[in-house]
């Protein structure tokens, strides 16, 4: 009885996890590793004073853990002479760091042991090929030395309101945005300039604070994250949309009134009215909820 427990608890099946690493890939090849690091259960360990922030502010009071992870990043070359950090960032839950590992042979070494590196600059995006497929540059020396970063497993840290559906269940256009981004891994600044908008204003779109997006910022900002324009659509904009003119004009004439007569109905000023139906003026979102919303 006892062996056959035994015999149960060698053979029971452990979880099957995906797969770190590419299969025909040389690990041991001097290049770049962009490298993501995370804490167990995601847990929020490295910041003082999380709170509910979605991009990394400057200056993050660091935790005595975040304290201990950035001295042990920055002392890497002291422990492993062919290895260099080129640049890294600490979040809540996880570390990114980005490697430079130089051949490990005797000709880079001088006669105490220390290790010649080649001058050389900081890497630069020079192509995103795909989602998760970078072509980066650097100086070196006096020549250009590209290197291909390849993202295989990321673990990005999304808000929890965006963590708990899908986006098919995401209901306003901001958090639309926001899960969009965030599945990505890209910073509000970087869709800013993707989309050709200052950073002020698209932080305004995923703020809830603007009135009303402009056709063509609602389709580039679609077609940088591969989605319908009418996912960006909520009900005031579709009525912009659908054509403002036409469906205040069409609302009007089902009640059979002029427009003078509609306007005092509505309490509207029969100026606005007609700057609205002649598309003169976009109207307000307040206008638009008090007069139009459900009816028009």
Request: with cysteine; hydrophobic share 35%; charged share 25%.
């Amino acid at each position: 009885m006892f062996l056959k427990n035994i015999e149960q608890v060698i053979h029971v099946e452990l979880p099957k996890r995906k797969k770190n690493r590419l299969t025909e890939y040389d690990y041991s090849t001097p290049s770049a590793y962009f490298i993501t690091v995370c804490t167990g259960n995601r847990k929020n360990l490295f910041w003082k004073d999380v709170g509910a922030i979605i991009d990394r502010p400057k200056n993050v009071p660091l935790t005595n853990l975040g304290v201990i992870a950035q001295g042990s990043i920055e002392e890497i070359s002291k422990h492993y002479p062919a290895i260099s950090v080129d640049h890294y960032v600490i979040m809540p839950n996880h570390i990114h760091l980005l490697l430079q590992c130089y051949p490990h042979t005797s000709a880079l070494y001088t006669g105490n042991g220390t290790l010649l590196r080649p001058k050389c600059g900081s890497w630069h995006v020079l192509a995103r090929l795909s989602a998760d497929l970078y072509v980066l540059c650097r100086r070196l020396d006096s020549n250009v030395r590209y290197a291909p970063v390849y993202i295989h497993s990321f673990r990005l840290y999304t808000p929890q309101k965006l963590q708990q559906g899908k986006y098919e269940t995401v209901g306003c256009v901001p958090d639309r945005l926001r899960w969009l981004r965030h599945s990505k891994g890209l910073t509000q600044d970087a869709v800013a300039e993707q989309v050709g908008m200052s950073p002020g204003a698209y932080r305004a779109l995923e703020a809830g604070d603007t009135q009303s997006i402009p056709l063509g910022t609602l389709k580039r900002l679609a077609d940088c994250h591969g989605v319908p324009m009418e996912d960006l659509l909520d009900e005031f904009h579709q009525f912009l949309y659908d054509g403002q003119a036409y469906r205040i004009r069409a609302y009007r004439v089902s009640l059979g009134l002029g427009k003078k007569s509609f306007a005092r109905a509505c309490g509207i000023p029969i100026r606005s009215l007609q700057a609205w139906e002649s598309g003169r003026k976009v109207i307000s979102r307040k206008s638009w909820e008090r007069h139009f919303k459900g009816r028009a």
